[in-house]
């Protein structure tokens, strides 16, 4: 089933256009790595399809017509991690997490047994049990991450679109996020991922958008998408692609160095 389907995507922010006509869909079971250099768009994107900003263009979320629905619908099936790791309250990390239910519960009413069993899951998956009582706002940037990826996954959407998830985390909790991701793209959800790490991107991803300029260059398999000629046109740079475990290894590579050393051969 096809979770999400945008078409023909127009942005405009402070008079320029952002996103130029991007169209994509998004089915049960993908783990699609949105990549593209800073300023690409990616989200811009993003935020349009949440409906957090005006966007011309068709985007229906699981088959249905996004601007019919209403925010609350969108947001019991489509879960967002923002760009923005930065908590607005001094609750704790429980109440953070617990607020991800919110579009699940009639206004004010109280949690019940399976928001509780959600909750608990999500707090698991990001290593939070310990931290349930820790104000949230006195976390390092990594744990709030982790606080706010949990909260995600408390709304337990179909749809899961996460801008730069692995920013602030380190290298293990990396790892763990990208596994995460994948195991949930296995039970059938879908998950979006804005990236800048290209080997994480390649390793996890079952298919990579390359955005450039607000439009999409490449959308396939990641070593289809990720060619030395691309890392050089959309990105700027050389670069080394190679195998490592299995997954596609890019090491962008200081040109101005390498020229550098031959030249001084
Ligand atoms: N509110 C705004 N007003 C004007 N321009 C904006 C606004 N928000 C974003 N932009 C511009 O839109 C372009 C796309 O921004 P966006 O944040 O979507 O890029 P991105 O691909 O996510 O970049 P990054 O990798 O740096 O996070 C950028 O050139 C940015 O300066």
């Keep these: 089933m096809t979770l999400l389907t945008a078409n023909g995507l127009h942005v ?3 008079g320029r256009p952002v996103l130029n006509d991007p169209s994509f ?18 989200s811009t994107l993003l935020r349009a399809v949440l409906g957090l900003i005006e966007a011309c263009g068709d985007i229906a979320i699981s ?7 209403s925010a ?9 991690l923002p760009q923005e790791r930065e908590i607005g309250w001094p609750v704790s990390v429980e109440m ?20 509780r069993v959600r909750i608990e899951e999500a707090m698991r998956r990001m ?32 749809l899961l679109l996460a801008d730069e998830p692995t920013a602030g985390l380190d ?36 298919r990579l958008i390359l955005l450039d300029k607000g439009a999409i260059v490449a959308d396939g398999p990641p070593a289809d998408v990720l060619t030395r000629e691309r890392m050089r046109s959309v990105y700027g740079v050389e670069a080394y692609l190679g195998e490592a475990e299995g997954g596609l290894l890019v090491v962008p590579l200081d ?3 390498a020229t550098a050393v031959s030249e001084g051969e």
């Design 72 to 80: 609350r619908e969108r947001a019991r099936r489509i879960a967002y």
């Design 171 to 206: 290298p293990s909790h990396q790892i763990s996020l990208m596994r995460l991701f994948a195991e949930l793209a296995g039970e059938g959800r879908g998950v979006v991922a804005s990236l800048h790490d290209l080997s994480l991107a390649a390793r996890w991803c079952t």
């Design 127 to 158: 290593e939070l049990q310990e931290f349930r009582h820790r104000v949230s706002t006195e976390l390092s940037g990594g744990e709030k991450a982790r606080v706010l990826i949990a909260r995600a996954l408390a709304q337990d959407a179909p």
């Design 12 to 14: 405009s922010l402070g």
């Design 63 to 69: 088959g249905q017509d996004a601007t019919s629905m």
């Design 255 to 257: 040109t101005a160095a």
């Design 96 to 115: 953070v997490v617990s607020l991800g239910r919110a579009p699940h519960r009639p206004a004010f009413a109280g949690l019940d047994a399976a928001d």
């Design 25 to 42: 869909h998004v089915g049960e079971g993908e783990f699609v790595g949105l990549i593209g250099p800073n300023g690409a768009g990616k």
